[in-house]
């Protein structure tokens, strides 16, 4: 049986919630084996335990599994393919134009996942196709698409990052890997044909959860992670 990459950190013995962090990795191949339902339930749950600003609780969402999740696929996969559609998120993740030191973290991480994949520059119909595994939440068995009140603000959002890093660690707890996913924030119309979202919602992000497929070649991608000292200043005195 093929076995996971290990994620090298530079403490020599960790314990099981270092362990289940440091070696949380954003999976782009997910074998077909079933989750049951109770094990979401059990992680989604589990995962309410993230703090939020005045205990509000903004997270919001929706889980596919079977017939349900190939719709949603079978149309996104259409959708993605149609010159026609509009493909914007409602609240832009990324900025419009990035910049150093984030573009040359973009730029390496894509280049060693498509290093792996054995895509070459401007091999445009191979990354089109990459990037189109998306949606198919990279064959996993389970997609969940993540929602939040559009009138909610920046703290909201920021208390939806801990939940939703809440629900990767403990998929970990459970052999499950996962991917969270923002490019279905651009098709949120689409989303909106399969899923009753209502218009005072706004699409967050999806995410895979599954087991890994480590037989695939980008589930070896392992990314890079900057020093302590590169982004934080200590003062005692």
């Known amino acids: 049986m093929i076995q996971a990459p290990i994620i090298e950190t530079d403490y020599d ?26 094990t979401i339930e059990r992680i989604l749950y589990l995962a309410g335990r993230a703090p939020s600003g005045t205990n509000t609780q903004p997270w919001t969402g929706h889980v596919l599994t079977g017939a349900a999740l190939k719709r949603l696929t079978d149309g ?8 026609n559609e509009v493909k914007e998120a409602e609240q832009p993740y990324y900025p419009p134009r990035f910049f150093d030191p984030y573009l040359a973290r973009r730029r390496k991480v894509g280049w060693d996942l498509y290093g792996l994949l054995g895509i070459v520059k401007r091999d445009f119909e191979k990354t089109k196709a990459q990037h ?27 208390d939806f990052g801990m939940f939703l890093e809440n629900v990767m660690i403990l998929a970990r707890s459970h052999g499950l ?30 995410m895979a959860i599954g ?4 037989s695939r070649p980008e589930c070896a991608l392992i990314t890079d992670r900057e020093p302590v000292s590169s982004y934080i200043s200590f003062h005692d005195r």
């Open 13 to 38: 013995e960790l314990n099981p919630i270092e362990e289940a962090i440091s070696q949380r990795r954003s999976l782009r191949g997910f074998l077909p084996t079933p989750v049951p339902r109770e």
């Open 177 to 206: 890997e996962t991917c969270p996913q923002a490019a279905f924030s651009s098709f949120h119309t689409t989303i909106r044909q399969h899923l009753d979202i209502g218009d005072e919602f706004v699409v967050v992000c999806g």
């Open 76 to 83: 996104l996969m259409v959708a993605a393919n149609d010159p």
């Open 211 to 214: 087991q890994a497929d480590w």
């Open 132 to 158: 189109d595994r998306n949606m198919t939440f990279f064959d996993a068995p389970v997609g969940l698409i993540f929602t939040i009140h559009r009138d909610l603000k920046i703290g909201s959002w920021l």
